[in-house]
């Protein structure tokens, strides 16, 4: 289960910049979340209230945003979001293709009082 | 009053620093190391062994075996006259850099060319933490199946060579390498892979001369 080596980074980073913006209260951390980026929220969640406990990020709520993966064909241009059994373009067929979204994994933002 | 405060900041940001550390103490003893990822199974310490058998003397070689539990690996690889450090992870389903860092000390790396990182087997997890070694190195094997890369994405993003384990198996079992290569070269374009098996032998020469070349030109 790396979700509980995941959640400790993100209560690290966002005690770190609650504590640079003299904040006295964390209420929500806004996580990105790429579809190439595996984690589960549910996971995150579990560990996130047992960690957060007694720090001034108790409570707070943590939203996923979930980018999904997205290519696009160097034939056609088109623009698409492969499925888990092929990765061809859906317009051309084209095998030709790039990933240009899905591995973001970050803390966005947080929330404070 | 809330306020919304930008972090913009990587999730492992914390691992990717230590990693970092760790490739400056593998630079500074003259090192190449290499991470080996693949699911349970795909024979990721036989391939540690043959490519062993292989280089024949040619590299100085230790291993850090990344495990649950349990030092059967590690025992495997000092049975072969290796210097091994097992790590177990006590349930960890991956090795990160810190833990990279204190196996690092038990090793004696004055005395090596190259340190072989077996981690944990798992086609996730380990794709997210880096550890600083000079190559990411996958072992896919025929049994897991073709449709692997669209699977598990993450995993074949991340990796600087492919290795297909188990190819006497391809006339037995149903797998499209076609198809799996396709998938592969959309995640990771161009990647090197070889295609050899750790049974019978064949294609290991090929890798181990490869990792010669790595290990060569890294200290030129």
């Known amino acids: 289960m790396h979700e509980l080596a995941v959640t400790q980074s993100i209560l690290?980073?966002?005690?770190?910049?609650?504590?640079k913006a003299d904040a006295k209260r964390i209420t929500a951390i806004n996580l990105v979340i790429g579809r190439f980026s595996s984690i589960v929220d549910d996971s995150v969640q579990f560990y996130w209230d047992a960690i957060a406990e007694g720090t001034i990020a108790q409570g707070a709520t943590l939203h996923f945003q979930r980018i999904p993966g997205e290519m696009t064909c160097r034939a056609c241009g088109h623009i698409?979001?492969?499925?888990?059994?092929?990765?061809?373009?859906?317009?051309?067929?084209?095998?030709?293709?790039?990933?240009?979204?899905?591995?973001?994994?970050r803390v966005d933002s947080i929330d404070v009082e | 009053m809330t306020t919304r405060v930008p972090v913009v900041e990587k999730i492992l940001s914390a691992n990717d620093r230590m990693a970092a550390r760790n490739r400056e103490t593998l630079d500074r003893a003259g090192l190449y190391a290499i991470n080996i990822m693949a699911s349970p199974g795909a024979g990721k310490t036989s391939l540690i062994l043959k490519t062993l058998e292989s280089l024949n003397g040619r590299l100085r070689l230790g291993v850090v075996e990344g495990d649950l539990a349990s030092s059967i690996d590690a025992d495997r690889a000092a049975a072969a006259g290796l210097p091994a450090v097992q790590i177990n992870t006590g349930g960890d389903c991956h090795l990160d850099a810190a833990m990279l860092a204190d196996a690092l000390i038990a090793l004696p790396?004055?005395?090596?060319?190259?340190?072989?990182?077996?981690?944990?087997?798992?086609l996730i997890c380990p794709a997210n933490f880096q550890i600083?070694?000079?190559?990411?190195?996958?072992?896919?094997?025929?049994?897991?199946?073709?449709?692997?890369?669209?699977?598990?994405?993450g995993m074949y993003r991340g990796v600087q060579a492919l290795i297909?384990?188990?190819i006497d198996l391809l006339p037995h079992v149903p797998f499209d390498l076609e198809y799996f290569k396709r998938g592969v070269?959309?995640?990771?374009?161009?990647?090197?892979?070889?295609?050899l098996s750790c049974k019978t032998g064949e294609g290991v020469n090929a890798w181990a001369e490869w990792l010669v070349r790595q290990v060569k030109d890294?200290?030129?």
């Not at chain 1, 790039?98 to 973001?104: A, N, Q, S």
């Not at chain 2, 790396?109 to 798992?122: I, Q, T, W, Y």
């Not at chain 2, 600083?132 to 994405?153: M, R, W």
């Open chain 2, 132 to 153: 600083g070694t000079h190559l990411n190195v996958l072992i896919a094997s025929i049994p897991e199946g073709d449709d692997k890369p669209y699977k598990y994405p």
């Open chain 2, 185 to 195: 070269e959309v995640l990771n374009p161009g990647v090197i892979t070889f295609l």
């Open chain 2, 218 to 220: 890294k200290k030129e």
């Open chain 1, 12 to 19: 690290d980073i966002s005690l770190r910049h609650a504590q």
């Open chain 2, 109 to 122: 790396l004055a005395e090596l060319d190259l340190v072989l990182v077996e981690n944990v087997g798992n």
């Open chain 2, 164 to 166: 297909v384990n188990k």
């Open chain 1, 80 to 105: 698409f979001q492969p499925d888990d059994v092929t990765f061809a373009c859906p317009a051309c067929s084209s095998l030709s293709v790039r990933i240009t979204k899905g591995d973001e994994f």
